[in-house]
């Protein structure tokens, strides 16, 4: 099997230790690019009449840029920058940075108005020529972008309508910046200076075509389609895909994929899932997929023979990235579904290290796969706890939150040496995290999923 494009499984140290090598190129590539504009513009020979802060505010303006054309390659899911780190680690430090972005943007015209204050008519959209008007518009482009990501939920933004005003937003900053600095002029003349400028244009330029064409392009060769769709406890949906004349895919237990059902791959509505199917499983793959909104409550009406395309694998959520003696699962509702991936995987790997999983739900109605679970525990070495926030009567196993409590009854001794994999709603994987740091299991041995990137 050959992987499709996303992050590579990585089953040893070696692999580990070159993916983070690569990872650390990228940085130091990323880095460059990013600071390169500054150093040109702070080390070139100011005319007269043209001193070092208004040279400053023009190198920051350019960095700024940097940063915001280089977004659409932290966006691009190019596997060789995302496998070092994590698909979410990557999402998290283009949001950081975008406000690191709007920083360097909003000193480019503060620094010249403050050096100069006859200049602030830039500043006015009425008397402001139209290379400052451009300028303005990549600046009130960039707000309205960090405003309405910020405040998604409060707007009643849905994710979809989001993602295509996010990116008419992200080209019109970079487009307008790229025009306002060609009718500044000044900076993009002479040989080395023009030539900068225009790698630097064409870079933003193939990262935008490949978010939006490339990419959806090489998806479209690579089809799959339902085989089956069953009903699980707790309105959970198993989806069974097969690939249609490829391999299929090749992923490390409780990584996921983008999944976009019954639409062109070009369409913006893809959802990301955890594959819950045994990563020795070959030809198809399963995903668990609970109710929550407009696309996951439609999932119990698919007919098998949809088709549908995946991107992946990606994530870094997986034993295979942290090996150790024992592993302890803690999963709270559909948080169940890349732990289930790695039980399976290690089920067929015959794996007889000690496995413990923590389950919360909140009735034992609720508890999706529990007689596979049950089977597990025959199939490992492995103890599953239900913990369940509204036990019916009669139940005798533990209830309400998994807290210090819960964890002191069942991690047993030298919790510090098992390996943690936690996935459920982020106050669970808030108590439970700050619980097990507080018993000296160190930071290292914990793996956080959240079903949260946007
Ligand atoms: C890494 C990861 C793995 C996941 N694995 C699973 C899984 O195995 N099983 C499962 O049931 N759920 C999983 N989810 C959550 C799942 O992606 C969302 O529940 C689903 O996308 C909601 O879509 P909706 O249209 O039904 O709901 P909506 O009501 O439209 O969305 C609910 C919330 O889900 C998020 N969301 C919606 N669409 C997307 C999207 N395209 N991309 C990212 N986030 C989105 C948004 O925060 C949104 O506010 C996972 C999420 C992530 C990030």
């Known amino acids: 099997m050959t992987p499709a494009d996303g992050e590579a499984p990585t089953r040893s140290p070696a692999g580990g230790a070159a993916a983070a090598a690569k990872g650390s190129g990228w940085l130091l590539m990323y880095l460059l690019v990013g600071v390169t504009p500054l150093v040109v513009a702070v080390t070139a020979n100011p005319p007269p009449g043209r001193g070092f802060w208004l040279e400053l505010s023009v190198g920051l303006g350019f960095v700024g840029l940097s940063l915001l054309g280089l977004q659409f390659a932290t966006v691009s899911r190019f596997s060789a920058v995302t496998a070092p780190y994590g698909l979410d680690v990557v999402l998290n430090y283009h949001r950081m940075i975008s406000f690191v972005a709007l920083g360097f943007v909003l000193a480019h015209p503060a620094i010249i108005v403050i050096q100069d204050p006859a200049l602030a008519e830039i500043l006015n959209p009425v008397t402001a020529d139209w290379t400052a008007r ?7 482009a960039l707000v309205a972008l960090i405003v309405t990501s910020v405040w998604r939920t409060r707007f009643r933004l849905p994710y979809e309508a989001w993602r295509v005003l996010h990116g008419a937003l992200a080209v019109t900053v970079v487009v307008s910046a790229l025009i306002h600095i060609e009718r500044v002029g000044y900076y993009v003349d002479g040989f080395w200076k023009r030539g900068l400028w225009i790698l630097m244009s064409a870079v933003f330029v193939a990262l935008l075509v490949n978010v939006y064409l490339v990419q959806p392009w090489r998806l479209r060769r690579r089809r799959w389609e339902i085989v089956s769709v069953e009903a699980e406890r707790g309105g959970v949906w198993t989806l069974t895909l097969r690939p249609l004349g490829h391999e299929g895919v090749r992923f490390s237990p409780g990584q996921f ?62 034993y295979e990235r942290n090996e150790g003696p024992r592993f302890v699962f803690v999963a709270g509702g559909i948080g169940i579904s890349p732990v289930l991936s790695m039980l399976r995987t290690l089920a067929d790997r015959g794996d007889r290290r000690p496995c413990l999983l923590l389950y919360a739900n909140e009735s034992w109605q609720d508890v999706a796969y529990r007689d596979e679970l049950t089977d597990l525990e025959e199939r490992l070495h492995l103890t599953v706890v239900h913990v369940l926030a509204e036990p019916h009567d009669g139940w005798t196993g533990e209830s309400g939150l998994i807290d210090g409590a819960v964890l002191d009854r069942h991690l047993g001794d030298h919790p510090e040496r098992a390996r943690y994999f936690l996935c459920g709603p982020v106050p669970m994987m808030d108590g439970v995290q700050a619980a097990l740091l507080a018993r000296g299991v160190p930071a290292g041995h914990l793996d956080l999923e959240l079903f949260d990137l946007v």
């Open 257 to 318: 994929a983008w999944l976009t059902i019954d639409r062109s791959p070009f369409a913006v509505r893809e959802h990301p899932f955890s594959f819950s199917s045994s990563a020795d499983e070959h030809g198809t793959v399963t995903f668990a997929i609970k109710e929550a909104g407009d696309f996951t409550s439609t999932v119990g009406r698919l007919r098998p023979g949809t088709r549908a395309y995946l991107d992946g694998p990606y994530g870094v959520f997986s």
């Open 134 to 140: 451009f300028g303005q518009t990549s600046i009130l």
